[in-house]
């Protein structure tokens, strides 16, 4: 690998010298005699005549069709050139004059100046030029001017100061990481039995979930080196540099071993190779390289790769394979009682009120990742400073989840008192179905304060448990919430607004869902019509059946919105006088709670309203 690297760096030398050379020739030529030039004064021959007569010339230099000669008045010297006229008596007027030296050359320089000028100045100048070139490309280029060098950072265990206390949940993860750590502390232990251990793990999920962080645990927790390096950093500007990395890498490991080597984001040099034209080679010759590397060193020797990505469907399969990556890490979206830990954990490093109930927040945020709940934490904290506070409430939280899930409160939005009506109905409207329809989650709070993500308002429902499963009725019923909103604005205004284009979206997904993933639509039988291909990233689908079938499926989704759509506008028609009462109550306070919903819900009939 040395040899590759060294050629390189052989072949700039020689193209730097070559320039210095060049251009120390070029000094030469052209700029110095130009510097003398200007020191030696132009005159006529008749001056030069009159200057020997009044004897002040001590030097004359004869050339062929020149004559350069030194003029010696009051002290100063000076010299002249002048054009040589045919003079046959030239040589013995010079002969008369007894001093002049005119068979000599003059000097009329200092020799070490002269050579200072004309070698060290030019090559000085190069090393400076140079310097400041290498350093203004690295900085644009990042370190690909380090020719093939590999910029893995080592840490050890004081450097990332994460252990696997600060990883909550993720419990199957850190089980088969402890057991990698173990046998880089007792490899004996494993040696003895003949096991050997996976060379190589492959953290996956989807993003946010802790794959870096667990990674980083591990270094701390192994008490070895441990190289870490992203995906990224080895798709370089040279071809060849990444798989001069990776050689470079692995030597470095092989020599500190036992160690870990973490390389995150794998994805960006792991993807499958298609061959087709075009494809990138430097990412391929980067993969080909890894592949061999993992082959190449001793699995008994303590060298453990990890590896992280969220795209592990688009890995090379050569890379998956027993003996590379053989070991496959989930690292899943936290559950209700990892929310709840993940969320304390982070709650450690602040100031909170000491009575403060985790497990509301932890189920008012199904879906939320580990990094939106440390930035849910953060926020809060951000809140309580805001407020002038000097501990994290309750309420600091519950705002922070919001700000997580629809932006922070645009408090200066002007909304036409219509417009307010027509969104409080809106919201009511949703709230009112779900709560009529026993399938669904409670409401939590409803609230009409328009948000910096777009949404004008909003209701939130709150599961009381962790749900695994969604049934059929559940999902009709979640169908018809979402309807909901647009189904009142029909009954009281009579007119449809753009308000429910989220709504539509979300409940065609769903609809889509059952008919073509589910199998949970009167049409299809168990059968598979659409792929997911994205699980980690947003789980997009693409269709796996004919057009006929594709015609037939938006029919069934359409079938599918259109009756929860028509149950919604029942359930409301039948509720209107409280769907006029919650409104208005609703449009007074901006924001009310689910118990507050509730109790106007189950109290009965005012006496006017009958
Ligand atoms: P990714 O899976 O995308 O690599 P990271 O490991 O970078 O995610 O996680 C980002 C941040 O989210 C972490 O620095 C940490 O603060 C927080 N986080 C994620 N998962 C957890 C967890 N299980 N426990 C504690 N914090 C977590
Ligand atoms: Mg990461
Ligand atoms: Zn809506």
């Known amino acids: 690998m040395n040899e590759q690297r060294s050629n390189n760096n052989k072949k700039n030398y020689v193209i730097f010298a070559l320039i210095c050379v060049g251009l120390v020739i070029l000094f030469n030529?052209?700029?110095?005699?130009?510097?003398?030039?200007?020191?030696?004064?132009?005159?006529?021959?008749?001056?030069?005549?009159?200057?020997?007569?009044?004897?002040?010339?001590?030097?004359?230099?004869?050339?062929?069709?020149?004559?350069?000669?030194?003029?010696?008045?009051?002290?100063?010297?000076q010299l002249y050139s002048t054009v040589k006229i045919e003079d046959p008596d030239l040589v013995n007027r010079l002969h008369d004059n007894g001093q002049i030296d005119f068979t000599g050359k003059i000097e009329h320089e200092n020799p070490i100046v002269s050579f200072l000028f004309a070698w060290v100045l030019p090559i000085v100048l190069m090393i400076v030029l140079w310097n400041v070139l290498m350093r203004g490309m690295s900085k644009r280029?990042?370190?690909?001017?380090?020719?093939?060098?590999?910029?893995?950072?080592?840490?050890?265990?004081?450097?990332?100061?994460?252990?696997?206390?600060?990883?909550?949940?993720?419990?199957e993860a850190k089980e088969a990481l402890e057991?990698?750590?173990?046998?880089?502390?007792?490899?004996?232990?494993?040696?003895?039995?003949?096991?050997?251990?996976?060379?190589?793990?492959?953290?996956?999920?989807?993003?946010?979930?802790?794959?870096?962080?667990?990674?980083?645990?591990?270094?701390?927790?192994?008490?070895?080196?441990?190289?870490?390096?992203?995906?990224?950093?080895?798709?370089?500007?040279?071809?060849?540099?990444?798989?001069?990395?990776?050689?470079?890498?692995?030597?470095?490991?092989?020599?500190?071993?036992?160690?870990?080597?973490?390389?995150?984001?794998?994805?960006?040099?792991?993807?499958?190779r298609d061959g087709q034209l075009g494809g990138n080679d430097e990412r391929e010759q980067t993969l080909n390289q890894l592949l061999t590397e993992m082959d190449g060193f001793d699995g008994k020797k303590g060298v453990v790769i990890l590896a992280a990505t969220n795209r592990p469907e688009s890995l090379d399969p050569a890379l998956l394979r027993p003996?590379?990556?053989?070991?496959?890490?989930?690292?899943?979206?936290?559950?209700?009682?990892?929310?709840?830990?993940?969320?304390?954990?982070?709650?450690?490093?602040?100031?909170?009120?000491?009575?403060?109930?985790?497990?509301?927040?932890?189920?008012?945020?199904?879906?939320?990742?580990?990094?939106e709940l440390a930035n849910i934490v953060n926020e809060a904290a951000l809140r309580a400073v805001r407020n002038g506070r000097q501990t994290v409430t309750q309420s600091d939280l519950e705002e922070s989840v919001e700000v997580v899930i629809a932006g922070y409160q645009r408090k200066n939005a002007v909304i036409s008192q219509k417009e307010k009506e027509i969104i409080a109905y809106?919201?009511?409207?949703?709230?009112?179905?779900?709560?009529?329809?026993?399938?669904?989650?409670?409401?939590?709070?409803?609230?009409?304060?328009?948000?910096?993500s777009g949404a004008l308002g909003y209701t939130m429902q709150v599961d009381e448990g962790e749900k695994f499963l969604l049934t059929k009725e559940e999902a009709l019923a979640r169908i018809a919430t979402l309807t909901g909103g647009r189904s009142a604005e029909e009954l009281i205004f009579g007119t449809y607004t753009t308000g429910a284009s989220n709504d539509i979206e979300k409940a065609t997904k769903l609809a889509r869902a059952m008919v073509t993933r589910y199998g949970m639509s009167n049409?299809?039988?168990?059968?598979?019509?659409?792929?997911?291909?994205?699980?980690?990233?947003?789980?997009?689908?693409?269709?796996?059946?004919?057009p006929e079938t594709a015609s037939k499926?938006?029919?069934?989704?359409?079938?599918?919105?259109?009756?929860?759509?028509?149950?919604?506008?029942?359930?409301?028609?039948?509720?209107?006088?409280?769907?006029?009462?919650?409104?208005?109550?609703?449009?007074?306070?901006?924001t009310i709670t689910g118990e507050e919903f509730m109790d106007i819900l189950n109290k009965d009939p005012s006496p006017a309203a009958v």
């Open 179 to 272: 057991e990698i750590v173990d046998f880089l502390h007792n490899p004996d232990k494993y040696a003895e039995i003949g096991a050997n251990l996976p060379k190589g793990a492959l953290l996956v999920g989807p993003p946010g979930t802790g794959k870096t962080l667990l990674a980083q645990a591990v270094a701390g927790e192994a008490n070895v080196p441990f190289f870490s390096i992203s995906g990224s950093e080895f798709v370089e500007m040279f071809v060849g540099m990444g798989a001069a990395k990776v050689r470079d890498l692995f030597k470095q490991a092989n020599e500190k071993a036992p160690c870990i080597v973490f390389i995150d984001e794998i994805d960006t040099i792991g993807k499958k």
């Open 523 to 546: 049409g299809f039988d168990m059968v598979a019509l659409e792929t997911v291909t994205n699980q980690y990233l947003g789980g997009d689908a693409s269709l796996a059946c004919s």
């Open 141 to 171: 280029m990042g370190n690909s001017m380090a020719f093939g060098k590999s910029n893995a950072k080592i840490y050890v265990k004081a450097q990332t100061g994460k252990t696997f206390s600060d990883v909550a949940g993720q419990d």
């Open 426 to 452: 809106h919201e009511i409207g949703h709230a009112l179905v779900a709560a009529k329809q026993k399938d669904s989650a409670p409401v939590h709070k409803i609230t009409i304060i328009p948000r910096t």
């Open 29 to 77: 030529a052209v700029l110095l005699p130009a510097v003398k030039k200007a020191q030696i004064k132009e005159t006529n021959y008749s001056f030069f005549l009159k200057q020997l007569e009044a004897g002040t010339i001590t030097q004359a230099e004869i050339k062929d069709d020149t004559i350069v000669f030194e003029v010696e008045d009051d002290g100063d010297s």
């Open 323 to 371: 003996g590379r990556f053989d070991r496959r890490i989930p690292a899943e979206l936290p559950d209700l009682a990892g929310r709840e830990s993940i969320l304390k954990v982070h709650a450690v490093k602040i100031k909170t009120e000491p009575d403060i109930d985790f497990n509301a927040i932890a189920r008012a945020t199904a879906g939320a990742s580990g990094a």
């Open 553 to 590: 499926i938006d029919e069934e989704v359409n079938s599918i919105v259109h009756s929860s759509h028509e149950k919604a506008k029942k359930l409301l028609s039948d509720n209107l006088d409280k769907l006029h009462e919650l409104a208005k109550y609703l449009l007074d306070k901006e």
